[in-house]
């Protein structure tokens, strides 16, 4: 069906941007009553049944046809630096080109959002039989009502697939020496992630699981390789606003009862500010007529800030990396995910919390303040690979909980230019001391006597251009955050 017949129809639903979200919600519509007329647009293709793109080890991935290839404005916190932002331009969105990590977080979030809107349906446990209904779970004998086993999600493991890498006995120990225990069974899954887990991946052998593949789009019309330009909005009686359907960038109109835009955190607020919707100020600047002065529109973007550094391996011969001549690494499952074990999660020392908080904030802040709260504040990744010849392997620090906020605004009036993307990284003190002591853990990890990994197997930091040191157990506050600025991507 082209776009033209589709004009004809009058739809129940129609979705701007087919990616996860869409994917689930028009699957789960349509389950619901199979009578309704739903359509999903989407600007990328579907690409379902490309082996470059589904199995793995493909290099067409971030930074590929898939990829909309977006660039920050420049960095204030950053050195200036203009940073890559990979997002999906597929049916299926983001699980067309991401790592496919399956992490569920942290049930302390769930709980304050729950709290925020005083409805346990948002709580961790009112969620729960949602995220158990997504996934079918590698394991049935592992925390089992924590997990579903026949849901769309195939969620394999690195005990799953037979993948153990030869450096995961001594990380699991090196970990424990810096004071990270394992958490029961591995399972960072099961509400409470702080701890060392296995890495969990939503694959099946490998397969990547595209979000528009295993929630089938099966009695839904799709329209992909296709922009809209505008949402059609009429204003009602007493000045209400109705969506009434879109405008494509071809110029045709099409009509639904109900528009539900779904193309990310960057296209959406872009959309409705061509729409007419969003900050006036904003809108004017492009002769965009304002039907609603929405002040919020672009504003809050936040975005997880990750860093990574690599270490030289003393004997790379031994076979501890990728690269390295390890017979192991020719089984055909060591390509079927990330090369690590485990995905490692961490609260930070509260002290230094408290004096970033009232930095941000202008006052000391009370016990209960939110942050003060025992939760997940950093993701920690220890790559098995960093070098063709397995000389060295990789540290990866994510702040999951970012406290920085940014902006998304217009750089014309025309849908097909990309907007400007402000994440406005480490602008808060709570950002830059929770990266400082991520670093300063995976330094202790990697780089001091106290751990096994440090002791044996590692010798120093590879460091990195522009800077004459490396990271070291006596590396100061002021090298580690002039690294980050010039890294964090």
């Not at 593949?213 to 009602?236: A, F, H, M, Q």
């Not at 001549?325 to 990330?338: D, I, K, M, T, V």
Request: aromatic letters at 8%.
């Amino acid at each position: 069906m082209d776009s033209s017949q589709i004009s004809d129809i009058l739809w129940d639903y129609i979705f701007v941007g087919g990616g996860l979200s869409a994917s689930v919600v028009s699957h789960r519509l349509f389950e619901h009553d199979p009578n309704l007329k739903i359509l999903i647009v989407e600007a990328g293709p579907n690409v379902g049944d490309r082996a470059d793109i589904v199995w793995p080890n493909s290099t067409n991935l971030i930074g590929g046809d898939l990829d909309w290839k977006y660039d920050t404005a420049s960095q204030q916190n950053l050195d200036g630096r203009s940073i890559n932002l990979p997002c999906g331009k597929a049916l299926g969105g983001g699980t067309a080109i991401n790592t496919n990590g399956w992490v569920r977080g942290d049930k302390v979030d769930f709980d304050l959002w729950g709290s925020t809107v005083n409805d346990k349906r948002w709580t961790y446990d009112g969620l729960l039989p949602f995220m158990r209904k997504s996934e079918r779970f590698w394991s049935d004998s592992i925390n089992k009502m924590q997990h579903g086993h026949d849901g769309p999600a195939l969620i394999q493991s690195v005990t799953s697939t037979k993948r153990q890498f030869p450096l995961r006995d001594y990380a699991l120990q090196a970990w424990r020496e810096v004071g990270i225990d394992a958490l029961p069974h591995l399972d960072g899954n099961a509400g409470n992630p702080l701890g060392v887990a296995e890495l969990q991946e939503n694959k099946m052998s490998g397969r990547r699981e595209i979000a528009s593949s295993i929630y089938p789009l099966d009695g839904i019309t799709v329209l992909t390789e296709t922009l809209v330009e505008k949402l059609l909005i009429e204003k009602r009686d007493r000045g209400h606003l109705v969506t009434i359907g879109i405008k494509l960038l071809n110029g045709t109109e099409i009509r639904g009862r109900e528009t539900i835009v779904s193309a990310g955190a960057i296209r959406s607020p872009q959309l409705l500010m061509l729409s007419g919707i969003g900050p006036a100020e904003e809108l004017t600047k492009f002769n965009i007529p304002v039907l609603l002065d929405n002040t919020h529109v672009g504003k809050n973007f936040s975005d997880h800030t990750l860093f990574a550094h690599a270490w030289k391996v003393k004997d790379p011969a031994a076979g501890w990396a990728l690269g390295s001549p390890n017979p192991l690494f020719r089984e055909p499952q060591y390509g079927w995910g990330s090369p690590s074990d485990f995905v490692v999660s961490n609260d930070v020392p509260k002290d230094g919390l408290i004096a970033a908080i009232a930095e941000d904030e202008g006052v000391t802040p009370q016990p209960t303040h939110p942050l003060l709260l025992k939760r997940t504040f950093v993701e920690h990744v220890f790559l098995s690979a960093g070098a063709p010849d397995g000389s060295l392997v990789t540290l990866i620090a994510i702040i999951l909980l970012p406290t920085s906020h940014g902006t998304i605004k217009l750089t014309s009036a025309n849908v097909s230019d990309p907007p400007l993307i402000d994440p406005n990284y480490l602008s808060t003190a709570v950002d830059r001391y929770v990266l400082r002591e991520a670093v300063k853990l995976q330094v202790r990890f990697a780089g001091s006597k106290e751990t096994v990994i440090g002791r044996e197997i590692l010798d120093g930091e590879a460091g990195a251009p522009g800077f004459d040191e490396q990271f070291s157990i006596i590396s100061t506050d002021e090298y580690i955050d002039a690294r980050v600025r010039a890294g964090v991507g």
